[in-house]
């Protein structure tokens, strides 16, 4: 069984030119049978209109657009939220530029296979994500929107057990974590009925304990909304009303000033059991968002949140650390996953009995002796040994031609990247070297 989406979007930031690529790859998912057996009729990659948008102001833009197309679909001259009775919509999000892949955290290959797929290819975080989504996590699921963030890694099992019997209102999403895990992430608080008392980003050891269940973990923000039907109309009602039109493309052509949201500080929070109307609005910053929070209470204040934690789930937030990146393509998967990751994926090497466990190699061609540690990845590479790679390293878009320069040289603990880049009409291959432990997070002064 799967869920038999009536439309997918995927959204990305303004300014990257990416659009069209991003429409070619969720065609090619869907020819390939990626998005399951009666694939969307519309499937869509959504710009944002303003560089910095927010993955709340991104939703409200991406469920516009898809109203916009329902309704023409539907011979409807004007925009009507009447076409998302009975729509099961999907949004997905791009997020932000990752350090470790060109294409972004949703296209980062994962070092896994589907023999049983209709059609062999690379498998990234994005196909993981659209099954997990389609056949699993959704599946027995009301109408409505369904949001899905792109920068973390999840597994959910087969049967996920949520209970959708008289479900009202938004249900975020949660899967079980450690209270360490937590500090540098959101867990929820929530009451006996299940319902959202209050989101913790970031809290103290006292705020992370109330959050914590009978079994010693903690219920962690995923980056998973959904939005039943009744709700998502009134989400989408806003998008014609001041400051939260700039959110939208019909603000931007209006001439509206950029406003940034987020999806669950802006607008999921209002909705949590313990927020009050003058908390929730002053704590908004500058006077639009205060003003779009306003806005977002009247809108959507009465309608219950309530979160559903998976057993078994696993989540893992696609950090800046390159640790945090090369251990999250060396380590296995739990049971639960519908992937199996493997040594070599999609790759063809000279000698695997010099691939160490723990290591991963995949779109990979690896010529004559060479020697992979426990703890690194090589992915998209062609090259050519004798070489020997230590642990801590992710070396990734090397040509043949970096062999000669690589050997003979000890590789530990580094970031090795190869880029294609466009200087005007030059097109350039720039590499960059950096180490393992290096902190990239930008502070303030």
Same mark, same amino acid.
């Given at each position: 069984?799967?869920?038999?989406?009536?439309?997918?979007?995927?959204?990305?930031?303004?300014?990257?030119?990416?659009?069209?690529?991003?429409?070619? !790859?969720?065609?090619?998912?869907?020819?390939?049978?990626?998005?399951?057996?009666?694939?969307?009729?519309?499937?869509?990659?959504?710009? &944002?209109?303003?560089?910095?948008?927010?993955?709340?102001?991104?939703?409200?833009?991406?469920?516009?657009?898809?109203?916009?197309?329902?309704?023409?679909?539907?011979?409807?001259?004007?925009?009507?939220?009447?076409?998302?009775?009975?729509?099961?919509?999907?949004?997905?999000?791009?997020?932000?530029?990752?350090?470790?892949?060109?294409?972004?955290?949703?296209?980062?290959?994962?070092?896994?296979?589907?023999?049983?797929?209709?059609?062999?290819?690379?498998?990234?975080?994005?196909?993981?994500?659209?099954?997990?989504?389609?056949?699993?996590?959704?599946?027995?699921?009301?109408?409505?929107?369904?949001?899905?963030?792109?920068?973390?890694?999840?597994?959910?099992?087969?049967?996920?057990?949520?209970?959708?019997?008289?479900?009202?209102?938004?249900?975020?999403?949660?899967?079980?974590?450690?209270?360490?895990?937590?500090?540098?992430?959101?867990?929820?608080? @929530?009451?006996?009925?299940g319902l959202v008392r209050d989101i913790i980003y970031k809290g103290t050891e006292a705020q992370i304990q109330q959050c914590v269940g009978p079994d010693g973990t903690v219920p962690l923000v995923c980056g998973i909304v959904f939005f039943s039907l009744d709700a998502a109309e009134q989400l989408l009602a806003?998008?014609?009303?001041?400051?939260?039109?700039?959110?939208?493309?019909?603000?931007?052509?209006?001439?509206?000033?950029?406003?940034?949201?987020?999806?669950?500080?802006?607008?999921?929070?209002?909705?949590?059991?313990?927020?009050? !109307?003058? &908390?929730?609005?002053?704590?908004?910053?500058?006077?639009?968002?205060?003003?779009?929070?306003?806005?977002?209470?009247?809108?959507?204040?009465?309608?219950?949140?309530?979160?559903?934690?998976?057993?078994?789930?696993?989540?893992?937030?696609?950090?800046?650390?390159?640790?945090?990146?090369?251990?999250?393509?060396?380590?296995?998967?739990?049971?639960?996953?519908?992937?199996?990751?493997?040594? @070599?994926?999609?790759?063809?090497?000279?000698?695997?009995?010099?691939?160490?466990?723990?290591?991963?190699?995949?779109?990979c061609l690896l010529e004559g002796a060479v020697r992979l540690a426990a703890g690194s990845v090589i992915q998209h590479c062609h090259l050519q040994g004798p070489l020997a790679i230590g642990p801590g390293c992710l070396l990734s878009g090397l040509s043949v031609g970096s062999s000669a320069a690589l050997r003979g040289h000890p590789l530990r603990d580094i970031v090795l990247q190869g880029h294609h880049v466009r200087l005007r009409d030059l097109p350039?291959?720039?590499?960059?070297? @950096?180490?393992?432990?290096?902190?990239?997070?930008?502070?303030?002064?």
């Open positions: 069984m799967a869920a038999e989406w009536s439309a997918l979007l995927l959204t990305c930031r303004r300014g990257h030119g990416g659009v069209s690529a991003l429409q070619r !790859e969720l065609e090619v998912r869907r020819l390939r049978g990626g998005l399951g057996p009666r694939p969307p009729a519309l499937l869509l990659a959504v710009e &944002d209109p303003w560089a910095s948008l927010g993955s709340g102001g991104a939703t409200l833009n991406a469920l516009l657009v898809a109203a916009e197309h329902l309704s023409a679909r539907a011979g409807c001259t004007v925009v009507t939220a009447d076409v998302l009775r009975d729509a099961r919509i999907l949004i997905l999000h791009m997020g932000r530029d990752f350090s470790f892949d060109d294409c972004g955290r949703a296209f980062t290959c994962l070092p896994a296979e589907e023999p049983g797929a209709a059609a062999e290819a690379l498998v990234c975080n994005l196909d993981s994500l659209l099954g997990t989504m389609t056949h699993r996590l959704c599946v027995g699921s009301p109408p409505g929107v369904w949001v899905c963030s792109t920068d973390m890694l999840l597994t959910v099992p087969s049967t996920p057990g949520i209970n959708w019997d008289g479900f009202q209102g938004v249900r975020v999403i949660a899967v079980p974590g450690s209270p360490a895990y937590a500090r540098n992430h959101g867990v929820y608080l @929530t009451n006996e009925q806003t998008h014609v009303i001041p400051p939260l039109d700039a959110c939208t493309y019909m603000g931007l052509d209006s001439g509206a000033p950029p406003i940034q949201l987020s999806l669950f500080f802006d607008i999921v929070l209002c909705m949590a059991g313990e927020m009050t !109307e003058g &908390d929730f609005v002053k704590s908004g910053g500058d006077a639009s968002v205060r003003s779009a929070r306003s806005v977002l209470w009247t809108a959507l204040r009465g309608f219950p949140l309530s979160m559903a934690c998976i057993p078994n789930a696993s989540y893992d937030y696609m950090t800046a650390s390159a640790s945090d990146h090369i251990r999250s393509l060396t380590l296995l998967p739990g049971s639960a996953s519908h992937l199996r990751f493997c040594k @070599t994926a999609h790759s063809h090497v000279d000698e695997p009995c010099l691939l160490e466990d723990g290591s991963s190699v995949t779109n350039c291959r720039v590499f960059t070297l @950096t180490g393992r432990l290096d902190d990239w997070q930008v502070r303030g002064h």
